[in-house]
């Protein structure tokens, strides 16, 4: 309680270990609520639980709650699990893909991500895992960063290919970028050209608390 009280005041480290892949990984006690973030930025229930929530209110609370089968490559702590069974009343099959164990070890043991019911985790590679897998979903949620780093295999074409190909009909992509100035408008339209007009709409939020952009994808 009293740790509670004083991080009203200060932020409260309570856990840093380092991370293969994060360089550091924290769990941070401010203004009475946990947050993990890595060395240079939040990675759940912080700003970036904000920028999710944002897209997942333009796909709307009614289309999600009808839908069978979210998948979210990139956990971390888990607040988009959260966000979506504890705001949007979902209670269909959830999965998430994390390539990072000690990050799922840490969701579990300060976020309680394990205690959700719909949940399942998958120990795996984004990239890999997307390309392999023989399943559909109605929503497919990328969150990829090491630290504050876009892989690039995010903006390749085989990878949107096979995101697209994992996609259900009448479904959504939401992907959150955050990318440096001088790289975001070539990286961002380059994405945005693998998917077709006839195919596709294209809602692209920018500026997002500052620093995301965020498109939200719809097929049909």
Known sequence: MIKKILSYLYPIVLHKENSTTSNVLEVTLYNGKLLLDSKRTNYSYGALQKVLRKGLLLIGKERIQQMNNILLLGVAGGSVAK?????????KKITGVEIDANILQIANV???LNKIENFNCIIAD???FIHDSTEKF????ID???DDKMPAFLFEKSFVEDCQSALDKMGYILFNTMLQADEKEKFLNQYKSY???DRYEIIHLKNVEKHNDLLAINSF
Do not use: H, M
């Open 195 to 197: 998917f077709t007009k």
């Open 144 to 146: 990829v960063f090491n």
């Open 83 to 91: 966000t979506l069974v504890n705001e949007f009343n979902y209670t």
């Open 110 to 112: 300060y976020f309680g």
């Open 138 to 141: 109605d929503l497919i949620i």
């Open 126 to 128: 984004a990239q890999q």
